[in-house]
């Protein structure tokens, strides 16, 4: 590593603000910082990160992504060594790290990307790890292929389109096809950038099970919201409760204040809520 970028990397973590342009700068003339191992918080791996990537700059700062604190110690609580997770909407792997790290060896985690950039560099950090089962493809309502959209903001891509995008044809399934293929999972996790709806219509067979998943989703409106609490509940007999995850992992009422991320809860995994974070509405 080159002198000068050892400074960047110092003051970098020092700065409230700016950081990124700082690490970026550093890291298109240091190859060495384009392959950086990256220390994960209360996780015991690291992801090889590429420091020309805003996606690992709170890696890089903090070793966690703190807006995502909240889910982190949710999924902590309510996973079990030994589970089987899909991550659907991988990105670079910090949710997949943590899932493996969660449940162990007698676990696997299915880890699913359609992004060919963000799929490379989750393979290059977690690609050899026994209990991880790496996908490059997308999940939607049936198998084919579909139009992709890759910002520069890798966290971003989306199947739904973003002015100024990249644009690529990539390879789906559904939900339905890969449980068919690898299993029914205890835990679903599906941050998809708006598109979670489409990945829920592709799910009836898995969510009429009655050991449907434990599923941790994102909503970025009120509209995405109701339609995939509608989805679910049609389509589960309205077997799930739903709960918001706030900032400390605590779960309330999805019309309170909270994270963008919602928890659907079906009857079996009622007992998953501990003491550590229990079900709770404001006063």
């Known amino acids: 590593m080159k002198p000068t970028s050892r400074i960047c990397l110092f003051v970098a973590k020092l700065i409230p603000r700016g950081y990124f342009r700082i690490l970026k700068f550093a890291a298109e003339r240091d190859p060495a910082l384009q392959d950086l191992f990256l220390p994960l918080k209360n996780i015991p791996l690291c992801l090889r990160g590429d420091l020309r990537e805003s996606v690992f700059t709170s890696l890089y700062r903090t070793g966690n992504i ?30 997949t790290a943590l899932f493996s790290h969660i ?22 950090s977690l690609g050899e790890k026994a209990n991880i089962t790496l996908l490059n493809l997308g999940v939607s309502k049936a198998e084919g292929q579909l139009e992709f959209y890759v910002p520069p903001s890798l966290d971003r891509a989306s199947f739904i389109p973003i002015a100024g995008a990249q644009k690529l044809r990539v390879t789906i399934s559904s939900l339905d096809n890969l449980c ?22 592709g799910a009836v067979a898995t969510l009429h099970r009655n050991d449907r998943p434990i599923i941790v989703f994102e909503a970025l409106d009120i509209k995405g919201l109701e339609k995939c609490i509608f989805l679910l509940s049609e389509q589960s007999g309205g ?45």
């Open 180 to 201: 068919a293929s690898y299993g029914y999972p205890q835990f679903i996790k599906v941050d998809v950038e708006g598109y979670e709806p489409s990945v829920f219509s």
């Open 103 to 124: 449940v162990g060896s007698d676990g696997r985690v299915i880890a699913v990307e359609p992004s060919p950039r963000s799929f490379a560099l989750l393979s290059r």
């Open 66 to 95: 703190p807006h995502q604190a909240g889910f982190d110690l949710l999924c902590t609580s309510l996973l079990r060594p030994g589970d089987l997770v899909f991550d659907i909407g991988a990105n670079i792997g910090y949710t």
């Open 239 to 283: 077997d799930y409760e739903y709960r918001r995850i706030r900032n400390d992992g605590s779960l309330v009422k999805v019309e309170e204040t909270g994270s963008s991320d919602f928890v659907a809860i079906p009857k079996w995994a009622k007992e998953r809520i501990d003491g550590r974070t229990k079900v709770h509405h404001a006063a």
